[in-house]
C-alpha cells in the first residue's frame, strides 16, 4: 500500500535577521513528489539582506539567485495550487511562516490560504509519538542526503513521517 504523505515545506532564506527573505522553497505533494523552486529577489527591491555565513550553510548565491531564480510572484502561483485550507509541516513553523508570509508580501499578494504547522503538531494529530520521531531523525538525515537546501530538507521530513508510520504499522 502507498504512503500517503502530508504537506512538508521548507524554506531557505538570505539570513537569520529581521530583515531577511526567502531564497528557496520546496514542498510535497501526498504521494511523495517534490516541488523545489530558488526564488529570484531582484523583482522585490526591498530584499537587500544577505548573510555570507547563510550562503555558507546552503551555498545558494545571490548570482545564481539571480540567474536561475523564479519570480516571486510566479512561486505564490504555484504555492496557491497546492490548494486552499491546506495545512503544511515544518521542523521550524516559526521561520518557514516568516519567510512565507515574506514571499506573498514581497510579490504582492494576499496572504495564502494555507498553515504552516510544527511536526510535533503533526505526530500528536496522527497519534504518532513524538519521541519516536527523535528516534528516526539521524537515519532521515541519512536518507535524505543532506540538509539546508529545501527539497533536501522536505525530502528529510517525508522520512521522518515514513520511518514513524512503518513503526506504527499506517
Known amino acids: 500500500m502507498q504512503l500517503i504523505y502530508p504537506r512538508f515545506v521548507d524554506f531557505e532564506a538570505s539570513s537569520l535577521r529581521a530583515e531577511s ?8 505533494d501526498p504521494g511523495g513528489t517534490i516541488q523545489a523552486h530558488l526564488i529570484n529577489p531582484l523583482p522585490v527591491p526591498s530584499w537587500t539582506d ?8 546552503h ?14 510572484a510566479w512561486v505564490c502561483e504555484c504555492l496557491d495550487l497546492v490548494g486552499p485550507g491546506q495545512t503544511l509541516f515544518s521542523d521550524a513553523p516559526e521561520f518557514d511562516g516568516a519567510w512565507m508570509r515574506e514571499l506573498y508580501r514581497g510579490s504582492r499578494r494576499p496572504p495564502p490560504d494555507l498553515r504552516i504547522a510544527s511536526i510535533a503538531e503533526l505526530a500528536a494529530l496522527g497519534g504518532l509519538d513524538h519521541v519516536m520521531y527523535a528516534r528516526f531523525r539521524s537515519e532521515a538525515r541519512k536518507r535524505a542526503g543532506g540538509e539546508h537546501r529545501a527539497a533536501l530538507d522536505v525530502t528529510y521530513l517525508m522520512e521522518l513521517y515514513r520511518l514513524a508510520a512503518e513503526a506504527k504499522g499506517i
Open 59 to 72: 551555498g545558494i548565491t545571490r548570482h545564481e539567485l539571480s540567474r536561475n531564480g523564479r519570480d516571486p
Open 21 to 28: 527573505y526567502p531564497i528557496e522553497v520546496a514542498w510535497n
Open 50 to 57: 544577505w548573510s555570507e555565513d547563510a550562503q555558507a550553510v
